[in-house]
């Protein structure tokens, strides 16, 4: 009889959301069966379409609790008395539900982070339970919790530390870290950021595992970034699709941009850039003086496929990463850096050397990084000359070569 793992991730698959595809690849390769107890999100249509083709699929039984946007309010904050309400049943449903079936392994995850409050809960009672915690961000000292708000309405300015009170809350990832058995990260950036705050930091790291982002290769929507006719444009397309917000500053880009169009007349018939969702109003403004309207475009943001589309058909993929350069660490890795480097198209890291991006975009070749403003135009310089192919090996990248990194 195969051990059983009891999942308590917050949120799951179907539903699309960087995290909940996280979970799902870390978990399928294991040779386990699980019950997934988790809120109800809005079902993604090419998600559902990829797991009815996998056939790791079937050994996750799903069982749901309360509406994900009840649950989880962070985009209704009205909603939030209720939030509060369903957050604390779910911690109480998921013991029930774990003292219904032996269980050797548990699982859960930082975001949400009522997720691991339930871990904790079902070790507390449990401590013969062996508990992986995973995480994706750091809660504590986030620097993402000291935002601006002086620009801000005053419904923000109340909502935003509200927010981040209950919902990424540092008892989130002080639960896990100091009670689960195994800690789970992305990089070892994010490892050591996380856990460099606390006192028994040496120790703490004896028990962390680093599971790094991946693709399936037999789901269509990466085959689809595997399988394509590499384009060229005349004047060359580089795309951005990520939001823009906070830590993720594009000043030294701008001004990059606005010199480069002052020395060259016809900048724009040699390159353009194109933003996909949010952007701050600061950024916009700063377009509009700088006169950069015919090189910098936006946009409202694009379904996955659409985004996937874009890419293929990008000269060039741009990378805004969250900057902290006066920072030793800087742990925050955005996702679609996979999906860049399966491409291998030229990439354009506005990065510093404290990041994951900066360090994984160097190991795969990549000497288009760098988040200075002259740096910046030594890049875009360099991209506009260059025409080089890349051909680094995906073997690190895809999922199947982690199958016996969480249980052998």
């Avoid at 699709?241 to 701008?254: E, N, Q, V």
């Avoid at 007349?265 to 850039?273: G, N």
Wanted: aromatic letters at 12%; glycine letters at 2%.
């Amino acid at each position: 009889m195969k051990d059983r793992m009891f999942v308590v991730p917050g949120s799951f698959v179907p539903y699309n959301d960087t995290v909940t595809l996280l979970t799902y690849k870390r978990l399928r390769n294991l040779d386990l069966d699980m019950d997934v107890f988790c809120f109800l999100g809005r079902a993604d249509r090419s998600i559902e379409e990829e797991l009815k083709n996998d056939p790791a699929f079937d050994k996750f039984h799903i069982k749901y609790t309360s509406d994900l946007d009840w649950a989880i309010a962070r985009n209704h904050p009205l909603r939030l008395p209720v939030s509060l309400l369903l957050m604390q049943k779910y911690i109480r449903d998921s013991v029930k539900e774990f003292e219904k079936k032996p269980y050797r392994y548990l699982y859960t995850s930082i975001v949400p982070g009522i997720s691991h409050l339930a871990g904790l809960a079902i070790k507390k009672k449990h401590p013969e339970v062996i508990w992986y915690a995973s995480f994706s961000d750091p809660f504590k000292g986030s620097p993402y919790k000291k935002t601006d708000l002086s620009r801000k309405s005053l419904f923000y300015k109340i909502a935003f530390p509200v927010g981040s009170y209950c919902f990424y809350n540092d008892r989130y990832e002080e639960a896990a870290v100091r009670y689960a058995d195994k800690l789970i990260f992305i990089c070892p950036e994010q490892r050591d950021f996380t856990l460099n705050q606390y006192p028994d930091t040496e120790k703490l790291k004896e028990k962390t595992v680093i599971y790094p982002l991946t693709y399936l290769e037999n789901w269509q929507m990466y085959r689809d970034l595997l399988d394509y006719e590499p384009v060229r444009h005349e004047v060359k397309r580089a795309v951005h699709l990520g939001r823009l917000y906070g830590l993720r500053r594009i000043d030294s880009f701008l001004e990059a941009l606005k010199e480069l169009n002052d020395e060259i007349e016809d900048l724009d018939q040699q390159i353009v850039f194109h933003q996909y969702s949010e952007i701050q109003k600061e950024d916009i403004a700063k377009i509009r003086e700088y006169g950069l309207e015919r090189l910098f475009f936006i946009h409202d943001k694009v379904s996955y496929k659409e985004s996937i589309d874009l890419m293929k058909e990008a000269d060039i993929l741009v990378l805004f990463d969250t900057l902290m350069p006066n920072e030793k660490i800087q742990p925050y890795l955005p996702s679609k850096i996979v999906e860049y480097l399966m491409l291998k198209k030229a990439i354009m890291g506005i990065c510093d050397p404290n990041s994951p991006s900066y360090r994984i975009l160097k190991e795969y070749g990549y000497d288009t990084v760098g988040s200075d403003k002259d740096t910046i135009k030594a890049n875009i310089l360099r991209l506009l000359e260059e025409d080089r192919s890349y051909d680094h090996s995906l073997t690190k990248l895809n999922n199947d070569y982690y199958d016996k990194v969480l249980i052998d």
